[in-house]
């Protein structure tokens, strides 16, 4: 099954516990972050934090929005992939403002690619992954070419061309083998999926043949559970008892074969 073929209900239901999970990650680790102290034991400068405060504000009020978009059930897969942008750039803007290469944040990129999988499944996962290949990289060498200057009362270790070689290496490997990874685990589930609703399908078709043969029996049939209460009975016992099957349900046996 194609990524595009996931039912609207269930896109718009992982939109919403996404949002929600988001709100909750993005309070949380900026709330953190925010009362850390980096590389020598100094606090954030005044400027960062007002980032990572104007970072938490700005992503949380993104949700929002989406929140309110998803009330519409409409555009879900272009939200989808807003999401997963959303993702993406709050991992590179926290890890720009904690220290660029060298920042304990960037596990939050295989966190939007493990997203994307479970939003659009192996197409979502390598389009995070994609993503958040390029942005990283990206931050990774213009705050190395000087491009980018670092956060105030930061400092970034300058990487010569073999180490940057291997950054770019371990982070392409890394994201390429989470996309496989969240592929594989949506996969399997769509897969799940289908043959849940397939064998739900099979089973509803067994019981409403079932029900039309014990129906059409003209021999009285009924059923009790374990305290000899009556479950079920059919047309042609109705008839033979001379009760409807309401009055029947759940009516002890003995009360109609006292002799039982």
């Known amino acids: 099954m194609c990524s595009s073929d996931l039912p609207e209900n269930e896109l718009h239901k992982r939109l919403l516990w996404l949002a929600a999970f988001r709100v909750a990650m993005v309070t949380v680790l900026v709330g953190t972050t925010a009362v850390l102290t980096f590389k020598g034991g100094e606090p954030l400068g005044g400027r960062s934090t007002i980032s990572l405060s104007s970072l938490a504000i700005g992503t949380n009020l993104l949700q929002i929005g989406v929140v309110l978009l998803l009330r519409l059930k409409r555009w879900l897969q272009p939200l989808a992939l807003v999401q997963i942008l959303g ?36 197409r979502g996962a390598w389009f995070a992954a994609t993503s958040a290949f390029g ?63 397939a064998a739900e399908e099979s089973l509803s078709k067994l019981g409403v043949l079932h029900d039309a043969i014990v129906r059409s029996i003209s021999s009285g049939i009924l059923t009790t559970d374990e305290r000899g209460c009556i479950t079920f009975v059919n047309r042609a016992g109705e008839e033979i008892l001379g009760k409807a099957r309401d009055e029947l349900q759940g009516m002890h046996l003995e009360r109609i074969f006292p002799a039982l």
């Open 135 to 197: 942005a990283h990289i990206g931050l990774v060498l213009v705050m190395q070419l000087g491009w980018l200057a670092p956060p105030e009362g930061m400092a970034v270790s300058r990487l010569g061309w073999v180490e940057l070689y291997q950054v770019i290496f371990t982070y392409g490997a890394a994201f390429g083998l989470t996309a496989v990874i969240a592929s594989w685990v949506a996969d399997q589930l769509e897969r799940a999926g289908v043959r849940a609703d």
């Open 87 to 122: 993702d993406v750039a709050f991992a590179a803007a926290l890890v720009y403002l904690t220290g660029g290469a060298e920042s304990i944040f960037t596990f939050l990129y295989l966190l939007a690619v493990v997203n994307g999988g479970i939003l659009l499944a192996r």
